[in-house]
């Protein structure tokens, strides 16, 4: 989960989804209980799959002219790689 939030992403693991239709309850499911393994795999999967966009981002970038990109454009890229940009 740290991970996932230092990468800006909020992931879905289904929990958050069964806590809101059982706050009438009171009662709140705990993400680090009982669903720890199972939340860990889908935030794993949500990280991979990210990961893998990147990557993928990565390799068409490779082949273009990156002064062509628009600011705008490239301020999204760098952004979402953590790639701190100055002017």
């Known amino acids: 989960m740290h991970m996932a939030n230092f990468m800006g992403i909020d992931p879905v693991t289904g929990v958050n989804t069964i806590n809101n239709i059982i706050k009438i309850t009171g009662k709140q499911i705990q993400v680090d209980g009982v669903f720890k393994n199972f939340t860990r795999l889908i935030v794993a999967r949500e990280l991979n799959m990210l990961f893998k966009q990147l990557r993928n981002e990565d390799l068409t970038l490779w082949f273009e ?14 952004f979402r790689r953590g790639i701190e940009i100055q002017d």
Do not use: A, R
């Open 65 to 78: 002219k990156i002064e062509e990109f628009p600011d705008k454009e490239l301020n999204k890229v760098c």
